[in-house]
């Protein structure tokens, strides 16, 4: 990085010395307050879109899977959207992937998803949840775990990737468990 280094020194004549106390606290609230304005300027926009972003994730859970929604998809990814970590592992789209949700429905009968932690920074949010339901034949109450990663276009999911543990009896800990 070059720096610059003037050539005459600054003319600050016409500025007056400060000679209290007071005055000095006044200037550097002022100076404090133009800081936090540039701050608000250059860093709230990106603290606005990843709130934004968290927000449309725990949304899209809301009505994809605890309000049985599936066709939220199209409204909630984009076009061109790519599932890294479809149904059966493979890569998807947004068909694929409303299909998948509505034959879970059927599947996991009381579905439910906690979000647990979610964090965002960049364009990419990721979310830790538990899938809960109970068992279609046996009644049992089920779960498990997931990580899922979205990386965002404006407010629309772009891409996801995704991990889950593998379907087990829920713990005794689980939310209330309301669907004991």
């Known amino acids: 990085m070059s720096q610059t280094i003037p050539s005459t020194k600054l003319d600050r004549s016409h500025i007056a010395p400060?000679?209290?106390r007071e005055e000095l606290i006044y200037l550097l609230s002022r100076a404090a307050e133009l800081e936090h304005g540039l701050a608000?300027?250059?860093?709230l926009p990106r603290v606005c879109l990843r709130r934004r972003q968290v927000m449309s994730g725990s949304r899209h859970f809301e009505d994809f899977v605890n309000n049985k929604k599936a066709e939220v998809i199209r409204h909630n990814m984009t076009p061109d959207f790519y599932d890294h970590d479809g149904p059966?592992?493979?890569?998807?789209?947004?068909?694929?992937?409303?299909?998948?949700?509505?034959?879970?429905?059927d599947l996991m009968p009381g579905m439910q998803i906690t979000i647990e932690d979610m964090v965002a920074e960049g364009d990419k949010v990721v979310c830790r949840?538990?899938?809960?339901?109970?068992?279609?034949?046996?009644?049992?109450?089920?779960?498990?775990?997931?990580?899922?990663?979205?990386?965002?276009?404006?407010?629309?999911?772009?891409?996801?990737?995704?991990?889950?543990?593998?379907?087990?009896?829920?713990?005794?800990?689980?939310?209330?468990?309301?669907?004991?």
Not at 144 to 173: C, K, L, M, Y
């Open 18 to 20: 400060v000679t209290t």
């Open 129 to 180: 949840n538990i899938w809960r339901w109970k068992d279609a034949k046996s009644g049992t109450p089920m779960e498990f775990h997931g990580f899922v990663q979205w990386r965002f276009e404006g407010n629309q999911i772009a891409e996801r990737w995704a991990t889950v543990t593998p379907p087990r009896e829920a713990s005794d800990s689980c939310w209330g468990c309301s669907l004991r």
């Open 40 to 43: 608000c300027i250059y860093l």
């Open 88 to 105: 059966v592992g493979k890569p998807a789209g947004v068909e694929d992937d409303e299909n998948m949700m509505r034959r879970m429905y």
